[in-house]
């Protein structure tokens, strides 16, 4: 059975960093896709980044966020890492790591998320900013 977990959350305070990390078990084979969501309180969960854990190739949903997340991995025991930094108020949100075998990426560049049972997801780690 998949699961993803996910860690790395908590409070910062504005301008820091905080480094998310998602581990995939129960794959035969990796997963094609991994990336990661986010959901604010009252707001529909959104793209943030993604990768090709085959090619290494990322996906931001905005160019402002890729000059402030990277999105890594560790091929080795399916990990998939954020590292988010200069984090301000409006990063404030649940994170959520998803895995697929097609067509996460694309969700992620419209700055959509997928159906819940699309792909796999993870239980969510909660980032917290505050000025």
Not at 85 to 103: F, K, Q, V
Request: charged content about 10%; glycine content about 12%; proline content about 3%.
């Amino acid at each position: 059975q998949v699961q993803l977990v996910e860690s790395g959350g908590g409070s910062v305070q504005e301008g820091g960093s905080l480094r998310l990390s998602c581990a995939a078990t129960g794959y035969t084979n990796s997963p094609n896709y991994m990336g990661w969501f986010r959901q604010a309180p009252g707001k529909e969960r959104e793209g943030v980044a993604c990768i090709s854990t085959h090619t290494g190739s990322t996906y931001y949903a905005s160019s402002e966020q890729q000059g402030r997340f990277i999105i890594s991995q560790n091929n080795a025991n399916n990990t998939v890492f954020l590292q988010m930094n200069r984090l301000t108020t409006e990063d404030t949100a649940m994170y959520y790591c998803a895995s697929a075998n097609y067509g996460l990426c694309t969700w992620v560049l419209r700055g959509a998320a997928p159906p819940v049972d699309f792909g796999h997801w993870g239980q969510g780690t909660q980032v917290t900013v505050y000025s």
